[in-house]
């Protein structure tokens, strides 16, 4: 580009931040319709209400041990160590078995207020998906990766044989083992054997203290350190709009000042315009920063809902408010240097005659716009406003007449050399013309294209493909306060063909 000097924020740039903020506008959709898991959630019979059960098999898979998990959870429950509820289901729609999780966690209100001492264990059978969700009284005692052997150890080795009523059965013996002994060793926890028989009582003596955590602040703490967890990409929004708005604000502001400066002055129109054009082009590397947040909050988050009101009224209203201050001031009447009249404004037609003929060229290329202001004692006053974009004058005329008037290829490019170009530019006015040479990209063959796409997706198949196991799938949803209680915990994909669960390990089985 021939351009020079500092970028002028044009209207081209501001349109362009606007368009881009119109599709973040669109794509945050901040009024998202409730989804459809929430909807079945709402109609699933809650055992606890219904039935005082803490087991809800709706997808059939708990067999003669829906009893016994039934009476161990109770026991659990009775002596106040935990409340564990087991809900199998066939299907949840669209939903994660994480959002799932959490939210029917948090509209059963699990666990009880003062400890939070929940457990929803969730088994997708549709999915083949299996998840511990722990409220955080208990995150101590049963953390992410003792909640992942528990699934990964204990229940999938039975689910990979279709066995999911003594996995789900095992799975409730293990959670009551880490329960009653924190410092349990894995091997320990994943024993596959029956701590406590179905139907006796656990004595409240056994729990030990930490089994969920005391104190109410320490609690507090870790919610809200889940909550930032969960609110990191709008947090990261704000950070990426830093680049954005700092500039921004500098730029506004110092405007704003200049403006605050010309209150008092008895500076004319055309002085006054051109002390806020001045202004604006000291601070002209700010919009070009705005934009790159923009667009760097476009990349980070696309739903920060007030990024994307207050931008496009920050950006927007302060050009619309900058334009009417400066239309006002370049059509204030002037006052005639020689005899203190008024002057009277010529139109664009009529303007010519005053105007040397590159003056005029200059009008026709739209780089520059003259005002002629006339007095009936005859003296002239000839303004010159010139356009934004500053591209470079002529170099042989000196006026603002020189363009790019004509791109083309000398060589085409192929397959292994690049092409050659030449960009010609002309002078409007002197007809002084000047070409530049540039280079035009090698051709890439459709293999190499299609090679790069298809490496990227067979990586993506293949990372769908194998087992998925998400560690620390932490979760609280905030916006059902019923029971107080959070959750955090551990979810295992199963594999369509049951073969490994955490380990990924082969296996031919079909189920279902
Ligand atoms: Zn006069
Ligand atoms: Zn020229």
């Known amino acids: ?163 999911f009523t003594s996995g789900h059965y095992y799975l409730m013996q293990s959670l009551l083992r880490v329960l009653l002994n924190p410092r349990a060793s894995r091997a320990q926890i994943v024993e596959i054997k029956e701590t406590i028989e179905p139907g006796t009582r656990i004595n409240p003596d056994q729990i030990p203290e930490q089994s969920y955590l005391s104190s109410t602040e320490e609690r507090a703490e870790r919610k809200k350190r889940e909550e930032d967890k969960q609110s990191g990409p709008e947090w990261m929004s704000i950070s990426l709009m830093a680049p954005g708005y700092i500039p921004g604000l500098w730029m506004l502001f110092g405007i704003i ?87 009277r404004k010529l139109s664009e037609e009529d303007d010519d005659a005053y105007l040397e003929k590159g003056q005029v060229a200059e009008e026709n290329a739209g780089t520059v716009d003259y005002d002629v202001w006339v007095c009936d004692c005859g003296n002239v006053r000839i303004e010159r406003y010139k356009s934004p974009g500053s591209q470079e004058p002529c170099p042989s005329c000196n006026y603002y007449t020189y363009e790019l008037s004509e791109t083309r290829t000398v060589r085409e490019p192929d397959y292994n050399s690049a092409g050659k170009g030449e960009k010609i530019y002309a002078c409007s006015f002197c007809d002084y013309t000047r070409t530049e040479p540039f280079e035009i990209q090698r051709l890439k063959r459709e293999d190499e294209t299609v090679s790069g796409i298809a490496t990227g997706l067979a990586g993506a198949a293949i990372t769908a493909a194998l087992y998925e196991v998400r560690h620390g799938s932490h979760s609280y949803s905030g916006s059902d306060s019923y029971s107080g209680s959070g959750s955090g915990g551990e979810s295992f994909d199963i594999p369509d063909d049951f073969g490994g669960g955490e380990s990924g390990g082969g296996g031919a089985t079909d189920e279902y």
Request: charged share 20%; glycine share 10%.
């Open 257 to 343: 000042r200049r403006f605050g400066g010309l209150r008092d002055s008895d500076l004319d129109g055309k002085e006054k315009y051109d002390t806020i054009d001045d202004a604006i082009l000291e601070y002209s590397g700010a919009p070009l920063l705005l934009n790159v947040g923009i667009i760097a909050t476009e990349i980070g988050f696309v739903g920060s809902f007030w990024s994307a009101i207050l931008l496009p009224l920050f950006v927007g209203g302060g050009w619309i408010w900058q334009e009417s201050h400066l239309k006002k001031f370049r059509q204030a009447p002037r006052k005639c240097s020689r005899c203190n009249n008024k002057m």
């Open 1 to 163: 580009m021939i351009f020079h000097g500092k970028p002028v924020p044009s209207k081209l740039q501001i349109a362009q931040g606007l368009v881009i903020l119109f599709f973040t506008l669109l794509s945050a959709d901040p009024a998202q319709a409730q989804p459809a898991f929430k909807q079945q959630i709402q109609n699933l019979p809650n055992p606890l209400k219904d039935s005082r059960s803490f087991v809800y098999d709706g997808a059939g898979l708990l067999g003669n041990r829906k009893a016994d998990i039934d009476s161990l959870a109770k026991a659990m429950y009775e002596a106040g160590g935990a409340q564990i509820v087991v809900v199998t289901l066939e299907s949840i729609g669209d939903a994660s078995i994480e959002e799932f999780a959490v939210e029917l966690f948090s509209h059963w209100g699990i666990g009880e207020k003062e400890k939070d001492n929940g457990i929803l264990v969730l088994h997708v059978s549709g999915a083949r998906q299996i998840r511990i969700e722990v409220g955080y009284g208990l995150e101590g005692v049963l953390p992410d990766a003792k909640a992942s052997w528990i699934t990964g150890d204990v229940a999938i080795p039975f689910f990979k044989d279709g066995d």
